[in-house]
Antibody
Framework: QVQLKESGPGLVQPSQTLSLTCTVSGFSLTSYNVHWVRQPTGKGLEWMGVIWTGGSTDYNSALKSRLSISRDTSKSQVFLKMNSLQTEDIATYYC???????????????WGQGVMVTVSS | DIQMTQSPSLLSASVGDRVTLSCKASQSIYNSLAWYQQKLGEAPKLLIYDANSLQTGIPSRFSGSGSGTDYTLTISSLQPEDVATYFCQKYYSGWTFGGGTKLELK
């Protein structure tokens, strides 16, 4: 069955780089786009970026200068790296699959459980 | 950028009530709209896509409608398990979520 699972350090020091991994199963990264979405505790959802089936990426313009998304298709993993972390980056980070094999649809049919990230020294 | 505004931010209703949640876009999004349900401590769950299509496995008491800039999620008969926060999302010209509507039992 389709699964996505985020992993990474729960604590990052201010000004340091966040590195998260989304490990997927039940589908291929060359057939489905994968997105990253974050959610500060008790607040709304913010779209961060996407890695397309072909490997190209698009980012939220507000995060573009700090954000990088990449993947390793052989390991079925998508990576998020964001530098210069501050307290406003404290959130739960989710990866999500965009529905629609090969032909993207725009909406997200499967989500990971999320990983909580805190920024503190 | 297209902004998404949800109202109300908090809604209290009784079991069995018909509940309507609103989502407005700052310009037309051509029915490129999804609704998600998020229960406390869980990831969002897709309910509706393309404004009015019910995701597989979602109870038929959930329905979506609207066009252009104005969209609605309706729960025909509220159940206790529907207590959650509901988010709309546009996927026309990029992705943006609304601020959410928290639905609680009266």
């Amino acid at each position: 069955q389709v699964q996505l699972k985020e992993s990474g350090p729960g604590l990052v020091q201010p000004s340091q780089t966040l590195s998260l991994t989304c490990t997927v199963s039940g589908f291929s990264l060359t057939s489905y786009n994968v997105h990253w979405v974050r959610q500060p505790t008790g607040k709304g959802l913010e779209w961060m970026g996407v890695i397309w089936t072909g490997g190209s990426t698009d980012y939220n313009s507000a995060l573009k200068s700090r954000l990088s998304i990449s993947r390793d298709t052989s390991k079925s993993q998508v990576f998020l790296k964001m530098n210069s972390l501050q307290t406003e980056d404290i959130a739960t980070y989710y990866c999500a699959r965009e529905a629609g094999i090969v032909m993207p649809t725009g909406y997200f049919d499967y989500w990971g459980q999320g990983v909580m990230v805190t920024v503190s020294s | 950028d297209i902004q998404m505004t949800q109202s109300p931010s908090l809604l209290s209703a009784s079991v069995g009530d018909r509940v309507t949640l609103s989502c407005k876009a700052s310009q037309s999004i051509y029915n490129s709209l999804a609704w998600y349900q998020q229960k406390l401590g869980e990831a969002p769950k897709l309910l509706i896509y393309d404004a009015n299509s019910l995701q597989t496995g979602i109870p038929s008491r959930f329905s979506g409608s609207g066009s252009g800039t104005d969209y609605t999620l309706t729960i025909s008969s509220l159940q206790p398990e529907d207590v959650a926060t509901y988010f709309c999302q546009k996927y026309y010209s990029g992705w943006t979520f609304g601020g959410g509507t928290k639905l609680e039992l009266k």
